[in-house]
């Protein structure tokens, strides 16, 4: 399949392994883009050697495009930055601030640069940078979050800039694949998919409580301290979410809760720390393959898409699900 975003970024199928910080590794980004997709690996909150380490490792695992995701508002944000350049990843994402100060010497080393963006307004002034494409990516998703809903974040994005749209949050099948397209996306990018796959090096105490979760099971803390985070209901999150409620007095406290959070629970401490995770969380139900989640939802988004209007209503009368194996 070709989208503008499968060619721009040397891929054959439009999914991209969203970043999520210390745990996308070469391990989980080697396998997706193994599978024909695109994998991110999660620079925020790393190390410089660590990132060396992982590109390396990532490039043993496949010789197809792999990217890398800049936390820009990490302190050693511009070292990273420096560090992908050198070393030629084929895409770099960027979230939280502005990259500008980068754009140059990534686009000198021939990198994609795939923003992040949660407005219009910010997808617009991505695209005068120079932006390639943007990831327009809804409050439904894992982790830091935006306001607008993918519903209406990803075709208001469409409408106010021309370079390719990737939408992300709420997509964990073929189904989300395909409204996403129907919005005017060119590609996807899935966050909490991914966290359960075989590849994924996270704890197996985190993929459980994401296997066992509904859609109902998450909640965002931090919307008024302006550093809003979707994660799932645990000990942790019930209590920050609660301590929140009188912010003038727990701000302490609650800045020393969150040192460290998700590093506890990327370790399997899942009542302590911060389980980030999306909507879905409720969608995913069992374990795969990285290559078996790019497969089936290619297969299904394809299958809805062939159908007429007519033909989807009737598919959905019977509950079919355009699965395969
Ligand atoms: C555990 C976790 C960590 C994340 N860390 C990052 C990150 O470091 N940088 C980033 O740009 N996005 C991060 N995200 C967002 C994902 O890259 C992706 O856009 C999002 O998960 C998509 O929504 P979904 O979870 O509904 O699939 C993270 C998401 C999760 C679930």
Redesign the pocket.
């Known amino acids: 399949m070709e989208t503008r975003v499968t060619k721009l970024l040397g891929i054959e199928a439009p999914i991209i392994?969203?970043?999520?910080?210390?745990?996308?590794d070469a391990s989980l980004a080697g396998a997706v883009s193994a599978a024909g997709g695109l994998g991110?690996i999660?620079?925020?909150?790393a190390t410089e050697e660590w990132v060396r380490d992982q590109v390396a490792k990532a490039r043993q695992i496949t010789d197809r495009p792999i990217g890398a995701?800049v936390?820009l508002m990490d302190p050693n944000a511009a070292e990273i930055a420096a560090v992908l350049a050198e070393l030629r990843v084929d895409v770099v994402?960027?979230?939280?601030g502005s990259p500008a100060p980068y754009m140059e010497m990534w686009k000198e080393a021939g990198i994609k640069v795939v923003p992040?963006v949660a407005s219009p307004v910010l997808a617009k002034r991505m695209e005068r940078l120079g932006a390639d494409a943007v990831?327009a990516?809804?409050t439904?998703?894992?982790?830091?979050v935006g306001e607008l809903t993918t519903m209406a974040l990803v075709p208001a994005v469409c409408d106010a800039v021309s370079i390719p749209v990737i939408s992300?949050?709420?997509?964990?099948d073929g189904r989300g694949m395909l409204a996403a397209f129907a919005l005017g996306a060119e590609g996807v990018?899935?966050?909490?998919?991914?966290?359960t796959v075989e590849e994924c090096t996270?704890a197996d105490a985190y993929k459980e409580r994401i296997l066992k979760a509904k859609v109902s099971d998450t909640i965002v803390t931090g919307r008024d301290s302006g550093h809003p985070v979707?994660s799932l209901k645990n000990k942790f999150s019930r209590k920050a979410k609660q301590l929140e409620g009188d912010l003038a007095a727990n701000g302490e406290e609650i800045e020393q809760m969150w040192l460290g959070a998700?590093r506890r629970a990327v370790a399997g401490d899942v009542d302590n720390g911060d389980?980030?995770?999306?909507?879905?969380?409720g969608l995913v139900n069992e374990r795969k393959t990285a290559a078996c989640v790019v497969r089936e939802m290619m297969a299904e988004a394809e299958a809805l898409g062939g159908l007429s209007l007519a033909g989807l209503a009737q598919a959905n009368a019977q509950r079919t699900r355009m699965t395969v194996e």
């Not at 392994?17 to 996308?24: E, F, L, T, V, Y």
């Not at 439904?140 to 830091?144: P, R």
């Not at 992300?168 to 964990?172: F, L, S, W």
């Open positions: 392994q969203g970043s999520m910080a210390r745990i996308a991110i999660a620079c925020g909150g995701n936390m994402t960027t979230g939280a992040v990831v990516e809804g439904e998703s894992g982790g830091h992300a949050g709420g997509i964990a990018q899935c966050g909490t998919r991914f966290l996270v979707r998700l389980m980030m995770a999306g909507q879905v969380a």
